[in-house]
């Protein structure tokens, strides 16, 4: 929390997390508006409540087309896209997986392997088929889910940043738990910490300050449970159907779209750091902090951020040089 006192701070529970804004003027009447806006979002992209336009696809799976609103279109439209690149690690009908396992909700368990592989075989994102003239959507098989809760989140940051300056703001902050997305910079820039994985508390890795820019942070810490001594995680590799397994605790991306930042983080979780660190010299737009198992903090480069270390039991890389 700043100490500046010009900053006004604003805070709701929505998308299962609390939800932090942050205004250079008081005015609860625009904090009440950008409330109400995650939630109309959230209404049409939860896989996690019916109704939702997702659910409405999900339930016609193997049946039918279901007609969406052009925001939602566009959005499955563009993690159809990145579903589809060669190698990723995102894909936007890992639904089925995401469901047996149930991870950081009741009920979660390790699927017997050949549940896996069954569930596997209705992940493919080329069977998400879209009509552009009709806007809708249809799953081919039935019991295929689309899963938008690795983007959900950027995407809504950025709806909000847009609204806010819309609205004439010139500085603000929105965090959605995990996703903070930035307009301005107020004293030289926003300062956004780094949490320290799987620690008490608020404990930070380190701080950033950034300016007009998204930080969206994706770690194995934020879900998980523990059986027989072994840890799963939230994210799975659709590879394989089983969480993501490398030297990764968390990533966190600098971009200017929190959309970008959300897709970026799995993309490169999927990588790891070497491979990562190498996507990104062709993407001078996207940069990543690193956070590994054994306590390295690599930063892909430096060109949009500040980093401080605030930890000294990580041992900071700095790629730039
Ligand atoms: P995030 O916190 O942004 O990394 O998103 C994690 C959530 O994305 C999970 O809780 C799942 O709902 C979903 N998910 C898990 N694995 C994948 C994947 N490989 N591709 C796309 N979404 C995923
Ligand atoms: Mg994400």
């Known amino acids: 929390m700043s100490s500046d006192h010009r900053i006004y701070s604003y805070s709701a529970v929505l998308m299962g997390s609390p939800i932090l804004l942050k205004l250079y003027s008081h ?8 409330f109400r806006l995650i939630k109309q979002y ?127 703001e010139t500085a603000a902050l929105i965090n959605l738990g995990g996703n903070v997305q930035t307009l301005g910079s107020p004293e030289g820039g926003w300062t956004v910490g780094l949490k320290k994985p799987f620690s008490e508390g608020e ?30 995680h939230h994210i799975l590799d659709p590879r394989t159907g089983y969480p993501l397994d490398n030297e990764l605790d968390s990533v966190t991306v600098i971009s200017t779209d929190s959309l970008d930042g959300d897709i970026w983080t799995t993309l490169l979780y999927g990588m790891g750091v070497a491979k990562g660190c190498a996507a990104l010299r062709a993407r001078p737009d996207i940069e990543a902090i690193f956070v590994t198992r054994s306590q390295e903090v690599i930063l892909s480069s430096a060109r949009h951020f500040r980093f401080t270390l605030l930890d000294n039991t990580f041992r900071l890389t700095d790629n730039t040089v």
Not at 27 to 34: P, R, T
Not at 109 to 134: G, N, R
Not at 215 to 225: A, I, L, W
């Open 27 to 34: 005015n609860e009447a625009l904090a009440a508006q950008v």
């Open 42 to 168: 959230e209404d049409l992209l939860t896989v996690n409540r019916t109704p939702s336009q997702v659910m409405e696809i999900n339930h016609a799976a193997g049946r039918h087309p279901v007609t969406v609103s052009r925001p939602v279109f566009e959005l499955i439209r563009c993690a159809k896209a990145a579903s589809l690149v060669p190698g990723s690690a995102f894909n936007l009908a890992i639904g089925p997986l995401v469901k047996r396992w149930k991870i950081g909700f009741k009920g979660d368990s390790v699927p017997p392997a050949q549940e896996i592989a069954a569930l596997l075989a209705l992940t493919s994102p080329a069977e998400v088929c879209l009509d552009e003239e009709a806007g809708s959507v249809f799953l081919t098989r039935p019991g295929m889910e689309i899963d938008l809760g690795a983007i959900a989140k950027g995407y809504i940051a950025d709806r909000v940043r847009d609204y806010l300056r819309k609205a004439g």
């Open 203 to 232: 404990a930070l890795v380190g701080a950033l300050v950034v300016s007009d820019k998204s930080v969206v942070t994706s770690g194995t810490y934020e879900r998980y449970f523990e059986r027989d001594g072994k840890r799963y």
